[in-house]
């Protein structure tokens, strides 16, 4: 294990994959036919603008993690560039429950595409019930260690792309154009409103600068990681969403639409927490539909990444970063949440919207309560 961590044990190769597993999520699967429905037969279009707007993000955790190599990642960030305060501490909550809903994003789409093999309906209590058995057994296997979940990460990685290279090599194969010119062909609002939703399916790049303390020069290799794997994912959504309008169609992704945590609660709070949280994720999978996870979890995901960059330009001096680059993103990753939080309303989507105010607000009461508790600095 030690020879793991060790200086110099980690290549560029090695991190590109490490933010290549982070990004591929269940996101990718579950959120394509809700985002074709606002995007048409753009589709392509709104995975390559949400992963343009990932990249300035990117960029800006390159420089972080340079300067703060360290495991703890967005909250060590955050940290480092408000204080170690209530917005911080705020903040750092709320992303908290943003991996909660992601998880719960994940779990619900595997009940999809379970109870779509099954040949039933996932909208009843079946579809929950696997859901939460996902969760169960994601609880068991971070119980046995982290070496386990390092072997089931790698394996289903692994399993996952190949199942997509498969996919796109078929799929390439019959392509045919008259679905795009019969299928719904979207609006600017769609394709970036999908975007917005589609977000969540790169939020997983910030795991790469975890591994910055374990690679022999971080200033070349972490930057070289990070946009590598981004570029991978990219190429392989956007491919992948080309295949779908052009197999599939719009109107087919719509009608078929919908078919890590754990260990920082256990830090915190030991089996305590894994079980905790666990229960917390369960909640969300009863309580939302698939479509409002996946709003809540991009909306979540834009704010936090906003936040970091903001906070970073006050110490741009000392990360080295282009103060335009940083404008830049805080800018595009807030527009992107005003237009999809926007459209929530619009759609009469009123428990997505006010869950995701409700959270936040809850997010700072919580800190606010353990800061006043335990006599801690509130700015």
Request: hydrophobic share 55%.
């Amino acid at each position: 294990m030690k020879k793991q961590n060790k200086t110099g044990s980690i290549g560029v190769v090695g991190a590109t994959a490490i933010g290549v597993g982070g990004m591929m999520g269940a996101g990718l699967y579950t959120l394509l036919g809700l985002a074709a429905n606002s995007a048409g037969v753009w589709l392509p279009v709104s995975f390559l603008i949400g992963g343009i707007v990932a990249a300035f993000s990117v960029y800006s955790y390159s420089k972080l993690g340079m300067k703060y190599p360290d495991r703890g990642g967005a909250a060590k960030f955050l940290l480092k560039e408000f204080g170690d305060g209530l917005l911080a501490g705020g903040m750092n909550v709320f992303q908290y429950i943003g991996w909660i809903i992601a998880m719960a994003l994940y779990a619900t789409g595997f009940a999809e595409y379970a109870c779509q093999l099954l040949g039933k309906s996932s909208s009843g209590w079946l579809g929950k019930a696997i859901s939460i058995g996902i969760v169960i057994v994601v609880v068991a296997i971070n119980i046995m260690g982290s070496k386990q979940v390092a072997r089931a990460q790698t394996a289903i990685i692994a399993f996952e792309l190949l199942i997509l290279l498969s996919f796109v090599a078929v799929g390439l194969t019959k392509l045919h154009v008259p679905t795009i010119t019969s299928s719904n062909s979207g609006n600017i609002v769609g394709i970036l409103s999908a975007a917005g939703l589609l977000y969540v399916t790169y939020e997983g790049f910030g795991v790469v600068t975890n591994a910055a303390g374990s690679m022999v020069n971080p200033k070349k290799q972490l930057p070289q990681a990070l946009f590598f794997s981004l570029g991978i994912v990219m190429v392989i959504y956007i491919v992948a969403s080309v295949v779908v309008v052009m197999t599939l169609g719009v109107q087919g992704a719509v009608a078929n639409q919908g078919h890590v945590l754990a260990t920082a609660g256990k830090l915190v709070l030991g089996n305590w927490g894994l079980f905790i949280t666990s229960l917390i994720v369960c909640i969300f999978v009863v309580i939302f539909p698939l479509s409002a996870v996946g709003e809540m979890a991009s909306l979540a995901f834009l704010l936090v990444y906003a936040m970091v960059n903001l906070g970073h330009l006050r110490i741009a001096g000392q990360t080295g970063a282009k103060r335009w680059i940083l404008i830049c993103s805080v800018v595009l990753n807030l527009a992107l949440f005003a237009l999809l939080f926007i459209q929530t309303i619009l759609n009469h989507e009123t428990l997505t919207w006010i869950s995701v105010i409700a959270l936040l607000i809850i997010s700072f009461l919580v800190e606010l309560a353990w800061r006043k508790k335990n006599k801690r600095n509130l700015h």
